[in-house]
């Protein structure tokens, strides 16, 4: 059994800044592949930014140097801070972490319970 909790969104201004955390926590035995989607009003779910067990990183155009993605696998933690905040960014942020469960050794996808980003002024 994995849980990940999310926090850090809110209302931000056009230009300001936000920081996401998502913390893994439960059976684990090992954490690969951690990522940030999100998902707007009346809009698919897309991918923002991805980041690999040795720490490669993977963005979407849209966010490409505004947005840094980051881990912390001493606490199996990713971060999204996120600088330069369009009305764009506005979405429910979903932390999506591949996780093997200790014990079984099950690969599992696990999802965060999602925080709301709006820009606006």
């Known amino acids: 059994q994995v849980q990940l909790v999310e926090s850090g969104g809110g209302l931000v201004q056009p230009g300001g800044s936000l920081r996401l955390s998502c913390a893994a926590s439960g059976n684990i035995f090992l954490v690969e592949g951690m990522a940030w989607y999100r998902q707007a009003p009346g809009k698919q779910r897309e991918l923002v930014a991805q980041?690999?067990?040795?720490?490669?990183?993977y963005y979407a155009h849209s966010v490409k140097g505004r947005f840094t993605i980051s881990r912390d696998n001493a606490v199996t933690s990713v971060y999204l801070q996120m600088d330069s905040l369009e009305p764009e960014d506005t979405a429910v942020y979903y932390c999506?972490?591949?996780?093997?469960?200790?014990?079984?050794?099950?690969?599992?996808?696990?999802w965060g319970q999602g925080t709301l980003v709006t820009v606006s002024l």
């Open positions: 980041i690999a067990p040795g720490g490669g990183t």
């Open positions: 999506n972490v591949h996780t093997v469960e200790a014990g079984t050794l099950r690969r599992l996808e696990v």
